[in-house]
């Protein structure tokens, strides 16, 4: 079993930034991804970024690409997001998943609203 806690979201305007945190304990060796996906109202889930924990590899949605950075702690089971140049689309639930060779584990979700 693995737990993953996400922290860092909030109220920002448009061009901000903000800074997502994800920890995940218990079973990490099982890990081999972690992720942040968001889902807007109304809207399906979708990938933000992913980073993969042996060889740190990185993957981003389109609409995110040279503003969002994913990165990891390696020693600290955490992975961050760094996001820049936010905007009002930008604004959904972001939740932070972290990926076993069998089963996707979620987070709670970290609300990001970003005003006009």
């Known amino acids: 079993q693995v737990q993953v806690v996400e922290s860092g979201g909030g109220l920002v305007q448009a061009g901000g930034s903000l800074r997502l945190s994800c920890a995940a304990s218990?079973?990490?060796?099982?890990?081999?991804?972690m992720g942040w996906y968001r889902q807007a109202p109304g809207k399906q889930r979708e990938l933000v970024a992913i980073i993969t924990t042996t060889g740190g590899s990185t993957n981003y949605a389109a609409s995110v690409k040279g503003r969002f950075t994913i990165s990891r702690d390696s020693a600290e089971n955490t992975v961050y997001l760094q996001m820049n140049s936010l905007k009002p689309e930008d604004t959904a639930v972001y939740y932070c998943?972290?990926?076993?060779?069998?089963?996707?584990?979620w987070g709670q979700g970290t609300q990001v609203t970003v005003s006009s």
């Open positions: 218990g079973r990490v060796f099982s890990i081999n991804a």
């Open positions: 998943a972290a990926d076993s060779t069998s089963y996707r584990y």
